[in-house]
């Protein structure tokens, strides 16, 4: 019989558990390659061929501090399975750095799948040969909640570094947003990456020049352009999006979170999710209160006037009618002058009509209907502006006009845009 214990009627079928955590980093004596070496050599040495390997199961760069890790899951479903008796690992922290998850492998579930349990390290355990240590002695219990506590001031210590960088605007994302590369010089800094920052500049102009995000998607997959997932694929990194395997395709929702995202106009916004705990690692979302806005932490890719511009468009009620690719001329600029809601824009007998909103859904008595015919409106719009009815255009809009009023006797007020807020586009 082999030092390592003889399993009556059988082999050993042995499962390696190894993980490194990314707070470990890359040290040699926590790599994974190091850690399969230790373990095989125990098992040759120790076992003297009384075993054999059901599978090796590796976490990289995932936390202990809970049970969801991918490998781990995959090995218990092995064990339940009855494809594996035994598990090694190199220590207790390796398999568990939370306490209450070791206690209930350690003491519930191992033993009931009749699973020998091995960990090389400090304290050195083996429930097979030596299970009254595990189950009843003190060493075992007390190095988990060392870990456990290790974890935890591990974790509070990361936070506050990660707070401490964003206060003051450096970039701790693990990948740089579409149309930045992380600055060789400065990993916490975000630098253009001219190509798809080409792209960034050209999807804010085409949607201040009043083109739907549908449209922009169709133009850029037209012009065979990878959207941001496929991009940085195509050079070489790792990011995933969760959900379905990317198609490459630009939709308008990857169109929409780019022109709601400040870091195009100069400004970091982190902070927006948190983990519950360093054992819950679930995200919550954050109050916008408590979000680290920081200002000027990296070059714009578009000005920030045609950035502010875009906000507020995208402010607008901007419904397309059914089977339209392209904006009405007047969408989200058409407001009440009296109950301030927008406008209601319908068709009858082939003539268009705007109607306040409120008036048509909602109360025959909290507003009036203050109709206006399009053609009128559009005379009325163009005298304002003192241009002729054929320059009238959603570009020009854009550029000059903040809103227009529709008073009940069908007159408009064009409120133009201050000067300062002028689009250059």
Not at 48 to 76: C, N
Not at 392 to 409: G, K, M
Request: hydrophobic share 35%.
């Amino acid at each position: 019989m082999g030092r390592g214990g003889k399993l009556a009627g059988g082999l050993w079928r042995v499962g390696l558990y190894i993980r490194l955590s990314r707070d470990d980093g890359r040290e040699e004596s926590l790599s994974v390659q190091n850690q399969r070496k230790i373990l095989l050599d125990y098992l040759e040495h120790e076992f003297q061929g009384q075993w054999e390997l059901a599978g090796i199961y590796v976490d990289d760069g995932l936390t202990g501090t809970d049970d969801s890790r991918e490998s781990f899951q995959r090995m218990i479903g092995d064990m339940k399975a009855g494809k594996l008796n035994c598990i090694v690992c190199k220590t207790l922290s390796r398999a568990f750095r939370n306490y209450a998850d070791q206690g209930y492998f350690l003491e519930e579930v191992f033993p009931r799948y009749r699973t020998r349990f091995i960990s090389l390290g400090s304290p050195r355990v083996d429930s097979f040969l030596d299970p009254e240590a595990v189950q009843m002695g003190l060493e075992i219990p007390i190095n988990g909640i060392l870990n456990d506590r290790y974890a935890a001031k591990t974790s509070a210590d990361v936070r506050r570094t990660l707070e401490m960088k964003r206060r003051r605007g450096e970039f701790i994302g693990s990948f740089a947003p579409y149309g930045y590369d992380k600055d060789p010089a400065d990993r916490n800094t975000l630098i253009p990456d001219p190509e798809a920052a080409a792209v960034v500049a050209r999807v804010f102009e085409w949607y201040v020049q009043g083109v739907g995000k549908g449209t922009i998607a169709s133009r850029l997959n037209g012009l065979g352009l990878p959207n941001p997932t496929a991009y940085k694929a195509g050079k070489g990194s790792r990011y995933r999006r969760p959900g379905p395997a990317n198609d490459g395709l630009w939709t308008p929702a990857t169109v929409a979170r780019m022109l709601q995202n400040p870091v195009y106009a100069g400004t970091l916004v982190q902070g927006r999710q948190r983990v519950v705990s360093y054992k819950v690692h679930q995200t919550m979302a954050v109050p916008p209160e408590d979000w680290y806005v920081v200002e000027g932490t990296h070059v714009p890719l578009v000005p920030p006037a045609l950035f502010q511009r875009a906000q507020e468009l995208a402010q607008r009620e901007t419904r397309r009618a059914p089977g339209q690719r392209t904006l009405h001329l007047f969408a989200g600029f058409l407001r009440c002058a009296d109950c301030g809601k927008s406008m209601s824009r319908k068709t009858a007998r082939g003539i268009v009509y705007y109607t306040c909103s409120t008036y048509r859904r909602k109360s025959k008595t909290a507003c009036t209907k203050h109709t206006i015919r399009e053609d009128r409106l559009r005379s009325q719009v163009a005298q304002a502006l003192g241009v002729q009815l054929e320059a009238l255009s959603r570009r020009l809009l854009f550029e000059q006009v903040r809103e227009i009023l529709v008073h009940e006797d069908g007159e408009v007020t064009v409120c133009p845009l201050p000067a300062e807020g002028a689009s250059s586009v």
